[in-house]
């Protein structure tokens, strides 16, 4: 089992910036891809970005650009960097993790099978 812990959400002001994180504890062995995915009320998650054991990230169109996602597998986490924040990137994001070797552009519009708690991103006009 993979136990994954988000840290970093809070309040923005639109065109501001905030880093997440996500620090992984138990059979982290295992995991190969991480990535972080996002979800507003009402709405289905979606994917955000995606990083394999390689480093090779993958990004969600949206957010091209904007965010950078890292990963420093000596400290078991991984970050998202999310810089030219915009109102409609208001969501709860999530932290997730797989053990499935494959490029990290395969994540981007999947689903992983470990998943953090989820920490709140507001973005103010």
């Known amino acids: 089992q993979v136990h994954l812990v988000e840290s970093g959400g809070g309040v923005v002001q639109a065109g501001g910036s905030l880093r997440l994180s996500c620090a992984a504890s138990?059979?982290?062995?295992?995991?190969?891809?991480m990535g972080w995915y996002r979800q507003v009320p009402g709405k289905q998650r979606e994917s955000v970005a995606a990083?394999?054991?390689?480093?090779?990230?993958a990004y969600a169109e949206s957010v091209k650009g904007r965010f950078t996602i890292s990963r420093d597998n000596a400290k078991n986490t991984v970050s998202l960097q999310m810089n030219s924040l915009k109102p409609e990137d208001t969501a709860v994001y999530y932290c997730?993790?797989?053990?499935?070797?494959?490029?990290?552009?395969?994540?981007?519009?999947?689903?992983?099978?470990?998943w953090g708690k989820g920490t709140l991103v507001t973005v103010s006009p």
């Open positions: 990083i394999n054991n390689g480093g090779k990230t």
């Open positions: 138990g059979d982290i062995v295992s995991i190969n891809a």
């Open positions: 997730a993790a797989d053990w499935r070797v494959e490029a990290s552009d395969y994540f981007i519009g999947r689903g992983m099978p470990y």
